[in-house]
């Protein structure tokens, strides 16, 4: 590995060349005093290099971010990671632009930061990585330093701090991180609200119930709240990580009858702790059940999920809440949902993950709709015929005609599984 050092500080190359020597085996450094040598020549070799460590301040009022402007788009140039001690968002965001791919403080600057981070851009060129969206790891160091800032400046500084890493995913106003408990090392899944973009007073009451509800369920097969709180700019919640993926990443690859009927168990049991302390979860789908190191399934994602005994609901009467191709009935006519609802999302789970298709299909909202609501319930194939009792008692178009609870459906897997 090759790697050049660019800074007009020539006690700060000697450092990160020992640095770098001391944690990268075999690497090969430059090292280049911007103050002594200048401007590189047009005709600069950047391709003999993997990576380029950039610092921001570069002496007589030139700047990493007008270097990489100029020479960005040279043939081979290598993938750049910004070293600055400035610490502000408008370095970092047009680094970003200009096409850094890693980002340092310089407060940050030790032998494992700066190797981690040279590991990081060399591993996943495009800012992607298993499980992720793309994202750039310079967004992810200002989002470490922008969120520390503004819990500072509400005064927690005695909470656990975090060091945001790749995004897992995006919504309305969410971004969710995987990330690194700073005190302990534990790796959590972060999901920040920022609130300058969540203009719909519903976005934050949903944002602040997910946390109020999961945290009052204690099961193994439910997702951990570590932390919730606000900041000025930002609404937190630090859960639970899974590293092992989700259920429709498993139905993607195949599942076995045998693996989807303990599946089905466990997510029943996930089911029953929510309902126990009457919470409806409304948005029950493969992409929420989620797998841990060890195999075992939590459920996660209650953004939408509800309390059965509250009779105010964030959503005007009518209104249809939750994924299309997992609607119950009740909710497809936007109607008052219990814990029957979920226990019919959980059937079209089990079709799936014994067929490995949905059991509707349609071109439009309306089409999957008008299905959930008039289409027969549909057939098993041959070899798991014997199952399909058990998918219509929790797919009946009728919540009455289906398991009463949860606790009705985990009695009947228990006997089928004493007479196997």
Same mark, same amino acid.
């Given at each position: 590995?090759?790697?050049?050092?660019?800074?007009?500080?020539?006690?700060?190359?000697?450092?990160?060349?020992?640095?770098?020597?001391?944690?990268?085996?075999?690497?090969?450094?430059?090292?280049?005093?911007?103050?002594?040598?200048?401007?590189?020549?047009?005709?600069?070799?950047?391709?003999?290099?993997?990576?380029?460590?950039?610092?921001?301040?570069?002496?007589?009022?030139?700047?990493?971010?007008?270097?990489?402007?100029?020479?960005?788009?040279?043939?081979?140039?290598?993938?750049?990671?910004?070293?600055?001690?400035?610490?502000?968002?408008?370095?970092?965001?047009?680094?970003?632009?200009?096409?850094?791919?890693?980002?340092?403080?310089?407060?940050?600057?030790?032998?494992?930061?700066?190797?981690?981070?040279?590991?990081?851009?060399?591993?996943?060129?495009?800012?992607?990585?298993?499980?992720?969206?793309?994202?750039?790891?310079?967004?992810?160091?200002? +989002?470490?330093?922008?969120?520390?800032?503004?819990?500072?400046?509400?005064?927690?500084?005695?909470?656990?701090?975090?060091?945001?890493?790749?995004?897992?995913?995006?919504?309305?106003?969410?971004?969710?991180?995987?990330?690194?408990?700073?005190?302990?090392?534990?790796?959590?899944?972060?999901?920040?609200?920022?609130?300058?973009?969540?203009?719909?007073?519903?976005?934050?009451?949903?944002?602040?119930?997910?946390?109020?509800?999961?945290?009052?369920?204690?099961?193994?097969?439910?997702?951990?709240?570590?932390?919730?709180?606000?900041?000025?700019?930002?609404?937190?919640?630090?859960?639970?990580?899974?590293?092992?993926?989700?259920?429709?990443?498993?139905?993607?690859?195949?599942?076995?009858?045998?693996?989807?009927?303990?599946?089905?168990?466990?997510?029943?049991?996930?089911?029953?702790?929510?309902?126990?302390?009457?919470?409806?979860?409304?948005?029950?789908?493969?992409?929420?059940?989620?797998?841990?190191?060890?195999?075992?399934?939590?459920?996660?994602?209650?953004?939408?999920?509800?309390? +059965?005994?509250?009779?105010?609901?964030?959503?005007?009467?009518?209104?249809?809440?939750?994924?299309?191709?997992?609607?119950?009935?009740?909710?497809?006519?936007?109607?008052?949902?219990?814990?029957?609802?979920?226990?019919?999302?959980?059937?079209?789970?089990?079709?799936? +993950?014994?067929?490995?298709?949905?059991?509707?299909?349609?071109?439009?909202?309306?089409?999957?709709?008008?299905?959930?609501?008039?289409?027969?319930?549909?057939?098993?194939? &041959?070899?798991?015929?014997? &199952?399909?009792?058990?998918?219509?008692? &929790? +797919?009946?178009?009728?919540?009455?005609?289906?398991?009463?609870?949860?606790?009705?459906?985990?009695?009947?897997?228990?006997?089928?599984?004493?007479?196997?």
């Amino acid at each position: 590995m090759k790697i050049l050092l660019i800074d007009d500080c020539e006690i700060t190359l000697e450092s990160m060349h020992i640095f770098l020597e001391q944690e990268i085996p075999g690497v090969e450094v430059t090292e280049y005093p911007s103050l002594r040598l200048g401007k590189p020549a047009p005709d600069f070799n950047w391709a003999a290099y993997d990576v380029l460590l950039l610092d921001y301040d570069l002496g007589n009022g030139q700047t990493g971010t007008d270097w990489l402007r100029e020479s960005v788009n040279q043939p081979g140039f290598p993938r750049t990671i910004l070293i600055t001690g400035v610490g502000d968002s408008y370095v970092v965001a047009d680094a970003i632009k200009l096409g850094a791919a890693g980002y340092l403080n310089k407060a940050d600057l030790n032998p494992e930061r700066l190797a981690e981070v040279v590991y990081e851009v060399l591993a996943h060129p495009n800012g992607d990585s298993p499980g992720m969206l793309p994202v750039s790891p310079l967004e992810a160091e200002a +989002m470490t330093h922008g969120f520390e800032r503004e819990r500072a400046s509400k005064g927690d500084t005695e909470r656990p701090s975090y060091r945001f890493g790749g995004v897992i995913g995006r919504g309305i106003g969410c971004t969710v991180y995987v990330g690194k408990r700073v005190q302990d090392g534990l790796t959590v899944a972060i999901k920040i609200l920022d609130r300058s973009l969540a203009h719909d007073p519903e976005h934050l009451q949903r944002f602040i119930r997910e946390g109020m509800l999961v945290s009052k369920v204690d099961s193994p097969h439910v997702v951990k709240i570590h932390e919730q709180g606000f900041t000025n700019k930002y609404g937190f919640i630090a859960m639970e990580f899974f590293g092992r993926g989700n259920l429709k990443q498993r139905i993607e690859q195949g599942i076995s009858k045998e693996d989807a009927l303990n599946y089905l168990r466990y997510i029943a049991c996930g089911l029953e702790a929510v309902h126990a302390v009457g919470i409806v979860h409304r948005d029950l789908k493969p992409a929420n059940i989620m797998f841990r190191e060890d195999d075992s399934i939590a459920l996660a994602d209650f953004g939408i999920s509800k309390r +059965m005994s509250v009779g105010a609901d964030l959503t005007c009467a009518g209104t249809i809440i939750g994924t299309p191709h997992y609607l119950s009935p009740e909710q497809a006519q936007g109607v008052q949902a219990d814990q029957r609802s979920d226990l019919y999302s959980l059937g079209v789970i089990f079709y799936e +993950m014994l067929t490995g298709r949905k059991p509707y299909h349609g071109d439009t909202v309306s089409a999957l709709i008008f299905q959930h609501l008039h289409a027969p319930i549909p057939v098993l194939p &041959m070899e798991c015929a014997d &199952m399909q009792p058990l998918l219509a008692k &929790m +797919m009946a178009k009728d919540p009455n005609e289906r398991f009463k609870s949860t606790s009705e459906l985990l009695s009947v897997l228990t006997k089928m599984s004493a007479a196997a």
